[in-house]
């Protein structure tokens, strides 16, 4: 392990550590949440809501985190969540996170605002979950599907929490934008930040030239860095269920809904065919005052019964707000912001380093608890907090 990881012993200690590391636009597009921030103040406030119960002289002697999902048995029950551009906080950020997702023996989804082409990233080594926003028409939809299936995905997250872009309003005020535009200002943060500037932007440039968005449909995208040239967000206003329809009938794999929060939403996905859902408010990035995944997880649950699994992300940190959602019927967790940061300050090392970090918390929470399996994780060990 490289020697600047020496002091990392949390996740979180990774978002300090990237903070330094990184140019103010880049951390703060990835620490980026909407307006005013209640959306996510509330995601990490639902985890103080509850409270362990544990039981004593319990044989701990064995626990096992392995957990199955999609008939695939993973060494821990999370996963990463999909993130954008993380080829720009990390060299070759994206095939880092999948390279080191699978050699920890957990799934990585790859974004659809990833700026390594899918095909590099699928398969062996890499991933088998891909994420998508949906594009404004059914032949490009249709066009999307083919390339997605074609690079040998199995699994196709749908997001359909983004039918207009958030307020920029952050973004703004942390220099960033997207593209990212030349300036003085842009380069004098990339100047001060040296060992990003020479170990990601620059030896980027040298070896790959200016990256671009390559999986947002079935062409490639705009440059990630352009004077003159905007993405267009446009287009997705008018989506309904009935594109979610179109997707089940075109995809033979594995449908997850990512997005969802109301339970009718989560029925509605089932009916159409969905094989899990994603409980998630966009990391609190989307529409601020909004509920937290956590608060509304047993009412999913509750609303699909054991038809499909139910997933959840938003604000995971610790071993012990894993094991709350897994108590509470989530099926499996995904964390995202944790592990860009852990690849941006120490590549497939710093990811391998949060992996462990995370995974040791669940082993050894789960045998304070007196749990020897995930399976065995239910609500009877969770109190609702009397402060709340």
Known sequence: MPRRLDHILSLDDFERAAKRHLPRPLFGYVASVAEDGMTARASRDA????????????????????????????????????????????????RVLARAASNAGIPMIVSGTSLIPMEKLAGPNGSDWFQAYLPGTPEEIDALLARVEKAGFSNLVITVDYAVPPNPE?????????????????ALDGLVRPRWLFGTFLKTLWYHGVPHFENNA?????????????????????????????????????????????????????????????VSNHGGRQLDATVAPLTMLPEVVEAVGEAVPVMIDGSFRRGSQVLKALSLGASFVFLGRPFNYAASIAGDAGVEKAVTLLGDEIERDMALLGVTSVKALSVDLLKRNGFY
């Open 218 to 278: 079935a062409t490639r995208g705009v440059p990630v860095l352009a004077k003159n040239v905007n993405r267009d967000f446009s287009g997705r206003r008018h989506l309904d269920w009935s594109m979610l329809d179109r997707v089940r009938a075109c995809w033979k794999g594995n449908l997850i809904v990512k997005g969802i929060l109301h339970p009718d939403d989560a029925r509605r996905a089932v009916s159409a065919g969905a094989d899990g859902v994603i």
């Open 170 to 186: 952050n973004h703004r005020r942390a220099g960033f934008s997207s593209p990212l535009r030349p300036s003085l200002r842009l």
């Open 47 to 94: 985890f103080d809501h509850y409270v362990f119960l544990p039981r004593a002289l319990v044989n701990v002697a064995d626990v096992s985190t392995e957990t199955e999902l999609f008939g695939c048995r993973y060494a821990y029950p999370f996963g990463i969540a999909p993130m954008g551009i993380s080829a720009l906080t990390a060299y070759r950020g994206d």
